[in-house]
């Protein structure tokens, strides 16, 4: 994140969901792609770092100290 707290670009490089390259960001928000090939709109987004002893990095940033604090799913 910006020090604004608004998200920065995250590149993307193809459709997760039928592999096409033809993307582009779509208009309905920050973070939201367009697959050319499949129509489909995603979403990225940074959901946090994961291990780190508590105090180091991950907690000076404002992140989860322990991996167990992170589920990772796609959205």
Same mark, same amino acid.
């Given at each position: 994140? +910006?020090?604004?707290? +608004?998200? $920065? #670009? %995250?590149?993307? *490089?193809?459709?997760?969901? /039928? ?6 960001? #779509?208009? =309905?928000?920050? =973070?939201?792609?367009? /697959?050319?090939?499949? $129509? ?5 987004? *940074? %959901?946090?770092?994961v291990?780190?002893?508590?105090? =180091? ?12 604090? %992170?589920?990772g $799913?796609? $959205?």
């Amino acid at each position: 994140m +910006t020090d604004s707290g +608004t998200p $920065r #670009h %995250v590149p993307v *490089f193809y459709c997760p969901y /039928c592999g096409e390259e033809d993307i582009r960001p #779509h208009d =309905g928000g920050p =973070g939201q792609w367009l /697959c050319a090939g499949c $129509r489909r709109v995603w979403s990225v987004r *940074f %959901v946090g770092l994961v291990g780190g002893a508590a105090g =180091g990095p991950a907690a000076a940033a404002g992140g989860p100290a322990g991996a167990a604090a %992170v589920p990772g $799913r796609l $959205r």
